[in-house]
Every structure is written in structure tokens, then in C-alpha cells.
């Protein structure tokens, strides 16, 4: 079995610097004494790498006759700087390797990582192998870092049934990749997904769901990620009309308004409704998100939310934010646009979204 491992950046790789964490540590060699067996190319040239005080002891290979390539993407990035020239990056490497490699591992730091799991998962339905994509809390060389935990974890993932998919193994769970959410900052077990069960948990032995979200419908030949303007807004109590118009100017491809509730807001005539409408005559796809970490959006269960519906606005079902955000620029690369943008966010192509019954 070959595993081909792709490098992104994130606190995994990182060192102390006079500003704080950056990348700079020896990921290749961590990864030789922790991997019995792992023999990859050098490297693309880079940093000097740090030394390592307090690397983890060699564990026993998850697949000892497992052979190993690795790529670091230039320039290593801390996940803040992501954007979706990085997931088509991640992307490039995959599809280079996918005549040799029979499963996949990215390494990418915590902050973005769950829309980078969801991104990939859009633009690779067609393959047919699995990849995992993990990082840590803490880097690879601090005293008591999650980064051995997790790595070793995708690896057994990988070689003991994950199936083919994005999926994101973190704190001892494998959940699904555009599913997932960042919980917390800081506890080892940062992710989950709120609206589906892990796919496994790992254990002695490890116990895998019968189940999983629904294969969705896939994209064949996707054209690249290029970068558009998808705004976020959060509704609060008592947000003005005015405020929310000047959020939208100059108009963007689409926005996501994160409502109370399932896609529920005010209802005052000159409320947020009606900057809605504007915008949808504008031609922007305009999003209801819930803020709730279990939301589904349903635009006709309240008065509160069928005004948005009526002049154009489109619900999110059951997608995070991470799934919904990656799903628009996904979509919107494709060349989409307006209410046709806004009716492919409701179709399912990878597992994302849970489908109202009537439209499976």
C-alpha cells in the first residue's frame, strides 16, 4: 500500500520564533522516527528546521509494508493565511499522485482546517481513494503534543476501512470532512460534527459506524478553486437595515446571513428582509445559515423565515458553515451564479447535506 502525504503548514510543523509559532520543523525526519519504515523524497527546500529536544519515541507502523511519498506545499502557511488557492494547491498534489498513491494524508493546521476538508471533498468526488486529513493543537516536538495521536490515527484509518471520501480524523475520532466543525482551541479533541455521527472512534479495538452520510451526486471534471466575494454576516438583535445594506456594497457573488434559529429574522418591513430582496434583484445568492451549532434551516416552519424565502433567499438544510462557505466558492468556480448558484447549494454532491426527501 502506498500513502502519499500532502504538507500544508499549521501549528504541527511549527517552532518558537520572537513572534510566536511558525513553520520550521523537521516534519520529514519526525515523521521516520514515528513511522517505522517511512522513506519519502527530500523535501522541497526550506527553512532550516529547528532541533528537535523532545521528539516522540518510534511507534509500530499501522501497515508495516507500507511505502510513503510526502510533498510540502511552498510556502508553508499557517491555516489563517488559507484561501482557495491553497485547497486547489492541496487538490493539484492529490490528483499528481492518484496514479500511484492508494490512499491520502494532508497535514493542515486547526483554524481552517474543517473548510479545507470540505472544499476538498467537492472537488475530488471522482476519486476513488480515501484521504484523511489531520493537524494537532500542539506542534510535533512540544512535550505532550497531540501530532503522534493523530497522524498515527489517520494512517490506521486509512489502512483498516476508512471509506473513499474526505474525512478528518482528530482526538481519537474520524468524522466526515465537510460535517465538521472547530469546536475549541485548545482540547485535544477540537473537532466534531454535530449534525452526523464520527465514522469511527478509534480504541482498543476501534469502533466503526455502520453508517455514513449519503454518497452525494459529485461534480465530474471541476474546474479549479478560484477565489470570489462570499460574505459572512451574523444577525443580532436590533441589526439595521442600513448596516446589513452596507455589508453588501459593492455587491459580492453571494452571501451567508447566519439567523437566529432555523433561518429565522425580523420581520419588519424596512428590516433585514428588505435588504434581502435588493440583493437578490442585485443577482447576489443570498444564504439563511443557523447559528445554532445543531441548526437546520427550514424557511417555512416560521412566519420569521418564509419572508426571506419569498423574495428569493435559500436555506442551508443541515450544512456547517465551513460545508456551506467551501460549497459557494466551489460552485461558484464552476461559472454559477444568481438563483442557479443558490439552487446547486441545495443539491448534495459529496455528503454534505442531508436532502429534503422530495429531491433525492
Not at 10 to 18: E, F, H, K, Q, R
Not at 29 to 52: D, H, K, M, N, V
Request: charged content about 15%; overall charge negative.
Amino acid at each position: 500500500m502506498h500513502i502519499h502525504f500532502t504538507y500544508a503548514g499549521g501549528t504541527i510543523g511549527m517552532v518558537d520564533s520572537p513572534r510566536g509559532l511558525r513553520p520550521g520543523a523537521d516534519l520529514e525526519g519526525w515523521l521516520s522516527g514515528l513511522i517505522p519504515g517511512f522513506a519519502a523524497p527530500p523535501l522541497t527546500p526550506r527553512e532550516t528546521a529547528a532541533p528537535q529536544s523532545n521528539a516522540p519515541a518510534p511507534r509500530p507502523s499501522p501497515t508495516p509494508d507500507a511505502t510513503y511519498s510526502l510533498t510540502a506545499l511552498q510556502p508553508l502557511l499557517d491555516s489563517a493565511d488559507a484561501t482557495p488557492s491553497t485547497w486547489q494547491a492541496i487538490v493539484d498534489d492529490v490528483r499528481r499522485h492518484a496514479g500511484r498513491a492508494d490512499a491520502f494524508v494532508v497535514l493542515h493546521g486547526t483554524d481552517t482546517l474543517a473548510y479545507t476538508t470540505a472544499a476538498l471533498s467537492y472537488a475530488l468526488t471522482e476519486l476513488s481513494q480515501p484521504i484523511v486529513v489531520t493537524g494537532s493543537q500542539l506542534p510535533l516536538n512540544a512535550a505532550g503534543s497531540d501530532a503522534a495521536a493523530n497522524v498515527t490515527g489517520a494512517l490506521y484509518a486509512l489502512t483498516h476501512g476508512a471509506p473513499r471520501g474526505v474525512h478528518l480524523f482528530f482526538g481519537g475520532r474520524l468524522l466526515a470532512g465537510n460535517r465538521a466543525t472547530k469546536l475549541s482551541t485548545w482540547a485535544f479533541q477540537g473537532f466534531d460534527s454535530p449534525l452526523s455521527p464520527a465514522l469511527a472512534v478509534a480504541g482498543a479495538p476501534w469502533h466503526w459506524s455502520p453508517g455514513g452520510p449519503t454518497a452525494g451526486a459529485g461534480w465530474s471534471s471541476p474546474l479549479p478553486f478560484t477565489t470570489h466575494d462570499v460574505v459572512v454576516v451574523d444577525l443580532v438583535p436590533g441589526l439595521s437595515a442600513a448596516r446589513l445594506r452596507a455589508a453588501l456594497t459593492p455587491s459580492p457573488v453571494a452571501v451567508i446571513l447566519r439567523a437566529f434559529g432555523v433561518g429565522n429574522l425580523p420581520g419588519a418591513p424596512d428590516g433585514p428582509v428588505s435588504v434581502l430582496a435588493e440583493a437578490v434583484r442585485a443577482g447576489i445568492t443570498v444564504v439563511l445559515a443557523s447559528q445554532c451549532l445543531q441548526g437546520e434551516v427550514a424557511l417555512d416552519r416560521y412566519a420569521a423565515g418564509a419572508g426571506a424565502a419569498e423574495v428569493g433567499a435559500v436555506g442551508s438544510g443541515d450544512m456547517t458553515l465551513e460545508a456551506t462557505y467551501a460549497k459557494l466558492q466551489f460552485l461558484a468556480s464552476q461559472g454559477l451564479r444568481g438563483a442557479e448558484l443558490g439552487a446547486w447549494l441545495g443539491r448534495n454532491l459529496a455528503g454534505e447535506l442531508t436532502e429534503p426527501a422530495a429531491q433525492r
